[in-house]
């Protein structure tokens, strides 16, 4: 098997030492960097994070901090969702589109006190996006990758995990509201937030030089509850209908057809990026949307999808963007990115490694 390793261009997170501790088997690339994706059990992962508390090296998840005195401005330049009336100290997810109206990206944002906003960003180049965005616009601002790089602690325990180590007060965080914190001199946001439906917090780091030392101190707090390694989990991301850009989109997905068009604010300004395409493409009728899927053939398969075409009745009708066997649905699940035309209930054929899989087309979430 052929090795991909870091070098200047694939950096490594602070949390890299204590993921090979921990006997990571498998990396991905992903904004640049290396994010861990296993650690060889599956299932040991997946029933930490439904049953017990995970911790997940999310470094990835990198910052593009925004400040000065047209920061708000581009922030809304740049995000469809409208921000006028976000709070400090709490974030939100918003969809990001180019002018074509095309998901570029789905960060969380931030916005601090001092009204220096940070993107949470998934895998795509949004630092020169922002660079250059605001170079068009002549704005004064600044733009930066900050030293900052979340650890996510998910699962029904990490509250009892993340209060073991900062206190009772994080018990008080509601959903998505981050605070300051500290341990050991080490500087931290924590924000009560992650890519699971089950709950937990995501602890950004602020000094990459400290990693191998926060990990320790979560792993060992974490202890009485089992906790254990894990990464962003492809079964319950799915059975929980969270959207992974650029997993689940292609160059041409809008947020409608993806179901993010909750997120969408068409009344805002023109001069946001995006918007005015936007409105066109509603005006016209949106072309796809994305369900969920089940094989009928309920035996567990190891593979998941990868675009795997989608047939009804001999011609292809869209494809099937992932998929995992799903322990609580005892099924083999997915999503769909079909034509508008499709409906609950329809059956497919998913071709996969040259065999056809009947599926049926069901709702989302799963769970
Ligand atoms: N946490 C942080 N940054 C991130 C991610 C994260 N950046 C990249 C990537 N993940 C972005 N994608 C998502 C996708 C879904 C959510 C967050 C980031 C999410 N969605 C909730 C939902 O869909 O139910 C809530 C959305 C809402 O209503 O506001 O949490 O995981 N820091």
Not at 279 to 308: C, F, M, T
Request: include cysteine; proline fraction near 6%; glycine fraction near 10%.
């Amino acid at each position: 098997m052929a090795e991909i390793g870091p070098n200047t261009r694939l950096r490594v997170s602070p949390f890299y030492e204590a993921t090979i501790g921990e006997g990571v088997t498998a990396f991905s690339p992903y904004n640049a960097m290396l994010m861990p994706v296993s650690y060889g059990d599956p299932d040991a992962e997946y029933d930490r994070l439904m049953n017990g508390v995970a911790q997940w090296d999310v470094s990835v998840e990198r910052q593009v901090e925004i400040k000065g005195p047209d920061a708000a401005h581009l922030v809304q330049l740049i995000s469809v969702r409208d921000l006028s009336a976000i709070d400090v100290g709490k974030g939100k997810y918003i969809p990001m589109c180019d002018h074509r109206g095309v998901l570029i990206n789905d960060p969380v944002v931030l916005k601090h006190e001092d009204g220096t906003y940070w993107l949470s960003i998934g895998d795509n180049n949004i630092l020169m996006w922002a660079r250059a965005i605001a170079a068009e616009r002549g704005l004064k601002v600044e733009i930066c990758e900050p030293d900052v790089s979340p650890m996510a602690v998910q699962g029904p325990k990490a509250e009892d995990a993340v209060a073991a180590v900062f206190g009772d007060w994080v018990r008080a965080l509601k959903y998505f509201w981050f605070a300051p914190a500290e341990i050991n001199g080490i500087p931290l946001i924590i924000q009560r937030s992650g890519y699971s439906k089950q709950g937990g917090f995501e602890i950004y780091l602020r000094d990459g030089s400290r990693g191998t030392e926060l990990w320790n101190i979560i792993k060992e707090a974490g202890q009485p509850w089992g906790i254990g390694p894990g990464n962003p989990n492809p079964i319950e991301r799915i059975e929980s209908g969270l959207l992974s850009y650029g997993g689940d989109t292609d160059d041409k997905t809008n947020p409608f057809e993806v179901r993010l068009g909750k997120y969408v604010d068409l009344d805002l300004d023109d001069e946001v990026v995006g918007i005015k395409a936007l409105r066109r493409i509603k005006a016209e009728g949106v072309k796809r949307q994305q369900l969920g899927i089940v094989l009928d053939n309920s035996e567990r398969h190891p593979g998941h999808a990868i675009w795997y075409d989608m047939l009804k009745d001999g011609e292809r009708v869209g494809h099937m963007t992932c998929g995992a066997w799903s322990p609580r649905a005892h099924s083999m699940i997915g999503f769909a990115l079909v034509g508008a035309d499709r409906a609950v209930g329809d059956k497919v054929d998913v071709i996969r490694g040259g065999y056809r899989d009947p599926a049926t087309l069901c709702p989302l979430p799963f769970f």
